[in-house]
């Protein structure tokens, strides 16, 4: 008989736990608690005794946790997944997606393993687009400051914006350098002579 | 041939010699470029080097030696050097610090430091550590052990991550801390506490981070291990030099995001201990250098071991017997004799003995070892010969 596991998910930001939860309902019909509050994790994971602790590995309270495994009861006690080195395949999968697991001693790895697999899909995805955001971001920068760079050579020289946009691109193009680069030291040069 | 080599750390002060070595040339020189990886807690740092997603890391010293013990995971790891003497510091909830009017946070009687702290616990006295596995934790356990007299019923020493260590002072979660720079002085600034004691006054000399790379990766490639042992003692040594103190509180503050001027109180030792901005020195308070302070004494690791293995259950015999393996002062010998370094002529010392600075047998005949007193006067022999 396979009763239910009991899983706790350490995550502060709600829209990355109701993702990693939904992930982890896919997996079987598991009793899965979200805790937020991050003080007296210790703690709280102690009282609820879940057989599987989920977090991000990014979290520094993951050091708090480090502590129940050296609880007194030894079979009740959660270790850390890379303890068990019966599937390196899946702690490397696991560190690469940034998912750190403790699991109680002694349970199967066929239990686990399902579980562990919907959870390091959802981190994958989760850093798919984190990465992503940083991306779109840092393109959103570079574009104001190139139009920043751009306005500045159109006021010096009296010059039009493809005329600006063609001088920069070749600067950056003598210098081996980045267009961003090169427009934002142009910023900063301008800046500095305000 | 430049080799690049991917390096661990938590970004602490104490990471300095790794920073400084890749910021100052000291890698450079060696034919190294660090990548150096900040790392969030010390578990997933550990994680990381056992796993080889990097080649060494800073460490916590008790961490190789409890792996060695068979506590905390199976991995093994090596110590090739300490990378800082002390630098740690004890601190109370302004709460608590209130009903310690008697006290003088003078910094430097851990004996009357004690005695006022207990005396102004009413039940609970919770201290958050930074892991299980750490100076700070045995350090703060050795204290109030050796105060000789009764501890609250309510004692409890729990893992809080140092950044939340503002909050959960706030909230009362937990009494009291002990953590690494900047974090103390972060939750001074912040006003969530007062600083009560410098670990050094405790134990004047105790090893705190290590340079740990996994068991037999040293031996496997030395050429490797010994430009990077080189790197990062020349790094100390620089760090060593009060006059460069400044450049180095630029240098850290930029890789540890916090301002040059918290960062250059715990590198001076001159610690603001209060909100209100009062001021204490606390000399020793974080060594890098001077007095083979990067010599990983098989004595410290004994010492380590030998605690370990009490509180977990082990025979403290044997554990200090396996923990002494784990600081391979022989690998430190082999890279840093040749490139001049003064070695003591013994790997081992008994701990606590040295109460003034004191000339030692050494290669080169100049070494002088600081004093490493304990603050209750205890001496630890290990036992070891040479």
């Keep these: ?194 | 041939m430049t080799v690049t080599l991917r390096l661990g750390f938590v970004p602490l002060v104490d990471a300095a010699p790794l920073i400084v070595a890749e910021a100052m040339g000291f890698a450079e020189e060696e034919g190294l470029a660090l990548d150096l990886v900040g790392a969030p807690s010390w578990s997933s740092l550990r994680d990381l080097l056992a796993v080889g997603q990097v080649a060494g890391a800073q460490m916590l010293a008790p961490v190789p030696v409890a792996l060695a013990l068979g506590l905390g995971g199976p991995a093994r790891f090596e110590v090739l050097s300490v990378l800082n003497l002390n630098g740690n510091a004890i601190g109370v909830s302004t709460a608590l610090a209130a009903r310690m009017q008697d006290h003088d946070f003078a910094l430097s009687d851990a004996r009357a430091a004690g005695l006022s702290l207990l005396a102004a616990v009413e039940q609970r006295l919770r201290i958050g550590v930074p892991f299980a596995f750490s100076m700070h934790n045995e350090l703060v356990r050795y204290w109030l052990e050796g105060l000789g007299v009764p501890l609250p019923q309510g004692l409890e020493i729990v893992t809080v991550p140092p950044p939340l260590m503002p909050d959960a002072l706030a909230t009362g979660e937990v009494d009291a801390f002990c953590v690494g720079e900047p974090r103390g002085s972060v939750a001074v600034d912040r006003g969530a506490g007062v600083l009560l004691l410098p670990t050094s006054a405790i134990w004047a000399a105790a090893p705190e981070k290590v340079l740990a790379v996994r068991a037999g990766w040293a031996e496997a490639d030395p050429d490797l291990a010994g430009r990077l042992i080189r790197a990062i003692w020349r790094a100390g040594r620089w760090l060593g030099q009060a006059a460069n103190l400044t450049v180095a509180g630029e240098v850290l503050a930029a890789r540890l995001g916090v301002s040059a001027e918290l960062i250059e109180r715990s590198l001076t030792g001159r610690l603001v201990i209060a909100a209100d901005g009062a001021e204490r020195f606390a000399p020793a308070f974080l060594r890098f250098d001077g007095g083979a302070a990067g010599f990983p004494w098989r004595s410290q690791a004994a010492w380590i071991g030998a605690r370990l293995g009490r509180r977990h259950g082990l025979n403290p015999l044997g554990a200090q017997v396996i923990a002494a393996e784990v600081f391979r002062s022989d690998i430190y010998r082999l890279h840093l004799g040749p490139a001049g370094a003064d070695l003591p002529a013994a790997s081992a010392k008994v701990e606590g003995s040295l109460l003034l600075p004191t000339p030692v047998a050494s290669s080169r005949g100049k070494l002088i070892l600081p004093p490493d007193q304990f603050y209750d006067a205890q001496v630890f022999d290990p036992g070891l010969a040479g």
């Design chain 1, 1 to 194: 008989m396979n009763r239910r596991l009991s899983i706790i998910v350490v995550e502060k930001d709600r829209d990355r736990a109701v993702m990693i939860v939904d992930g982890l309902r896919e997996a079987g019909d598991h009793d899965v608690l979200v805790i937020a509050d991050e003080l007296g994790l210790a703690r709280r994971i102690s009282e609820r005794n879940p057989d599987l602790v989920l977090i991000d590995a990014g979290n520094p309270s993951r050091d708090a946790i480090e502590e129940l495994t050296l609880a007194s009861a030894p079979l009740q006690r959660p270790v850390a997944m890379f303890v068990d080195e019966s599937d390196g395949a899946l702690t490397q999968a696991a560190i690469e997606a940034g998912v750190s697991a403790y699991v109680v001693a002694g349970l199967s790895a066929n239990r686990i393993k399902p579980v562990l697999d919907a959870a390091i899909a959802r981190f994958h995805l989760m850093q798919k687009m984190r990465v992503e955001l940083a991306e779109t971001r840092r393109a959103l920068e570079e574009r104001k400051v190139i139009d920043r760079a751009k306005g500045i050579v159109m006021r010096a020289k009296g010059i039009g914006e493809d005329e600006a946009y063609a001088l920069l691109r070749k600067a950056a193009m003598d210098q081996g350098r980045k267009l961003a680069e090169v427009a934002q030291a142009l910023v900063t040069a301008a800046e500095l002579l305000k």
